[in-house]
């Protein structure tokens, strides 16, 4: 263990992970988060389940404050991050400077909430941090109404786990697909048709134009559908309508920034002293919205942060040196008893006329099972799994190794234990 301090801002999924990456034996005298939250990490996938009441507080918080100290790691809570000093090379956060020898940007991003009329008032939240949960369920006791806007992942989520909790939901969507970055028409028309039985009210096809306010607290939303304007009234809207990266801090000390704060493929921005991840960073063009690359990203930072900062470092030229680069990944939604995973160009059909193009599809509508496998060239390269995703992690490997299906073509949607490639 050298003599050197890594700060890291931001306590989220990235975060974490690099920690865990970095393990106990990491070559950092001690490292100091700097989070603008009030409550130590906790797995934020798990905010859906959580408002749901399908999990607790405790059981997404992996670890205690002994396996913290354990890694020599000091924790700022509610540290909000105003400015970096890259001359001085210090970070800080009001009146308190933490210096640092690296320091790593893992600020992930923020719900993005469209400037329409209302939409400043008390009552519209993201759903995004622990603070929104708790809103939710501060007001949960007097609402009669709920309106989700974005029937993406997050949305459909949100609209589950609130009507579950007994209010009533709406939710809303512009396109006229559910989940269209993640389901194709037959898929969305499945997830409709459950989300119907289990009473949120699905609005497709609709926009929010105005949110109508009293004593800024929205009491009513104007929707509009082919043209008709209808008001409902409703006591809280959650928007999920997209995130915008948190990469001010990086632009304020004047890193490269685009989308978000460009990195390399080892995570280093345009200062060799600072390290980006997650949410908040920019790779070739590509910003995050999943955990699944940002664990990759995760493994080639410690990686990084081992090979310079340890003491007995090997020589450069024997140093292993990790790059992150892009891959397909599986999409999931976590709302129980409604299984639906994606992967790839699942959205592309029988009319495209992309050569080498097939669909292979097998479909039981009423049991709520449908699946659908994109070939090109006899390769998969699009898959959507719904009610039976058994078989969902296997088509995404064949997909990542790029089997010749030919062998186990008729059996294929049957899943891996009929192919006998399996
Ligand atoms: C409800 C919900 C469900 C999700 N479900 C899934 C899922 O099923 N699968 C999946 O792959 N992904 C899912 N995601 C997305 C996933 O959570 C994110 O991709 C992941 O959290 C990004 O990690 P991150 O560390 O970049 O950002 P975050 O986890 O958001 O962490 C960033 C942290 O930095 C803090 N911060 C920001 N600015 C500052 C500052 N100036 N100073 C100090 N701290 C700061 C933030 O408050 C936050 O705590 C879900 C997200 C949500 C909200």
């Known amino acids: ?165 007994g209010v009533q939901t709406t939710l809303v969507h512009r396109n006229p697909v559910l989940m269209n970055r993640q389901l194709d028409a037959m898929a969305a028309g499945i997830l409709n048709t459950e989300l119907a039985q289990r009473g949120v009210d699905v609005r497709t096809a609709t926009s929010p134009v105005e949110l109508i306010k009293d004593s800024n607290q929205v009491t009513q ?41 460009q990195v390399n493929a080892q995570m280093v921005t345009s200062d060799p002293a600072i390290f980006s991840l997650g949410e908040c960073c920019e790779f070739e063009g590509n910003t995050y919205g999943l955990v699944a690359p940002i664990w990759d990203q995760a493994k080639v930072l410690a990686n990084e942060l081992k090979n310079r900062y340890s003491d007995e470092s090997l020589p450069a030229d024997l140093q292993q040196v990790a790059s992150y680069e892009e891959k397909t990944h599986l999409t999931k939604l976590k709302v129980s008893g409604l299984d639906m995973h994606s992967i790839g160009r699942f959205d592309i059909d029988e009319f495209d006329a992309e050569e080498g193009i097939e669909i292979l599809r097998l479909s039981d509508i009423d049991d709520g099972i449908y699946k659908k496998l994109v070939l090109k060239n006899n390769r998969i390269i699009g898959v959507v799994c719904v009610g039976d995703v058994a078989d969902s992690f296997w088509y995404h490997q064949l997909m990542t190794e790029q089997t010749d299906i030919t062998p186990i073509r008729t059996t294929l949607l049957l899943g891996k234990a009929w192919s006998k490639a399996g």
């Open 1 to 165: 263990m050298g003599n050197k301090i890594l700060v890291i801002i931001g306590n989220g999924m990235a975060s974490n992970r690099v920690l865990e990456e970095l393990g106990p034996e990491h070559p950092f005298a001690q490292i100091d988060i700097l989070s603008d939250e009030a409550i130590t990490h906790y797995n934020r996938i798990m905010l859906s389940p959580l408002l749901a009441k399908e999990t607790t507080l405790d059981a997404i918080t992996p670890h205690s404050g002994d396996w913290y100290s354990q890694h020599r790691i000091n924790i700022h809570l509610s540290c909000p991050v105003t400015g970096i000093d890259r001359k001085e090379k210090t970070v800080s956060c009001g009146d308190k400077i933490f210096a640092y020898d690296a320091l790593i940007i893992a600020t992930g991003s923020r719900s993005f909430i469209p400037n329409i009329p209302g939409s400043d008032a008390d009552n519209v939240i993201g759903f995004r941090t622990m603070t929104d949960v708790d809103v939710m369920e501060e007001r949960l006791q007097n609402m009669q109404h709920v309106t989700v806007i974005g029937a993406g992942l997050l949305g459909v989520e949100a609209a589950t786990g609130l009507q579950s909790r």
């Open 221 to 261: 939303i104007t929707l509009e559908h082919d043209g008709q304007r209808q008001t409902l009234d409703t006591d809280l809207i959650v928007f999920a309508t997209g995130i915008l990266p948190n990469k001010e801090i990086g632009e304020q000390a004047g890193l490269l920034c685009s989308r978000g704060i």
